[in-house]
């Protein structure tokens, strides 16, 4: 599945409704709509989604449904662990019921880039989630800790995690409860077996994967377009996980293509070949000649970033994908124009 969990410039509905169209076909079975742009799910969580977003939400999940596949929305109660006092409870219940009328099947509770360093942390959280528990009308209750990697990047940026987190917050969770991890890295390379064991050990559950690839916000990664087919995600894994979420990258139809060979990893096990796959992905979604010319540019994309192209590497790029009229084309045409640049300003604002 999908959870829409980056920084930076939305999708829009239109798109979110093409990738949802496109990949179902290829057994995505959800898409969980949480991005951070988002104020309603985020800073401002108290209030209301203004009532042109309700609807598109709304309708939205059922184009979903429609299509069989289950329609999410990921919360982010900013610190609410701080105070779950009767205000904080009353705020809460409000978004819940919120959330019930657009037509939830999965609720997501995401704990993520919060202060963690705190006493009782995981106590804390295991009793807000079981306290959602009672009232959503979601059948799936999905939980991102604050600390959902092993990355040492987290404790450096919102503190040193409490001892045994992990451990504490698997033992006091329901066992129906799920929980997202990102794997031994924010942006993990690979997952095995024996990793994803150890932290099902840890989560007394199998981890459901957030996976930040082809992710690319933030001010480091923005220049960056993550097109390649998936790779260090073997077949092998599936019986050791609860489910495999995609973070998708701001370009949406461009998305589309690694999303396609996850699903083509999976089906074909150890006969796997990421350069045939993604051939085969990107004919699908932009057609024979514009996959010959992302093909060609994979190594700027993402080896290089646009920061590195010369005015010449430039000039060539956008003569080339403006003889497209196609919305994949149209993407990298406006990477290229930077129209997708995220500031670290920007991700602390929200």
Known sequence: GVIEGYYGRPWSWEARREAVARLAPHGYRFFIYAPKSDPFLRRRWQEPHPAPAGAELRAFSTFCRERAVRFGVGLSPYEIYRDFGE??????????????????????????????????????QARIVHWIAERTRASRLIVCPSYYTDDPILDRVFGQRPDRYLEDLGALLDPAIEVFWTGEEVCSREFSPGHLDRVAGQLRRKPFLWDNYPVNDGPLMSPFLHVRAF??????????????????????????????TLAESYRQGEAYEYGQAFLRAAREVAGEDLARALLLNTTQFQGFGRDRLTEENVARMRARYERFDHPAAREVLAWLDGAYDISLAEIEAT
């Open 87 to 124: 205000a904080a409870q009353a705020a809460l219940s409000a978004k819940l019921a919120e959330l019930d009328s657009f037509g939830l099947d999965d609720l997501a509770i995401l704990f993520d880039d919060m202060r963690g360093d705190l006493p009782g942390l995981a106590a804390s």
């Open 231 to 260: 790779t260090g995600r073997p077949a092998a894994i599936g019986p050791h996980i609860a489910a495999h979420a995609v973070n998708p990258a701001l370009q949406p139809t461009l998305s589309q293509i690694p999303a396609i």
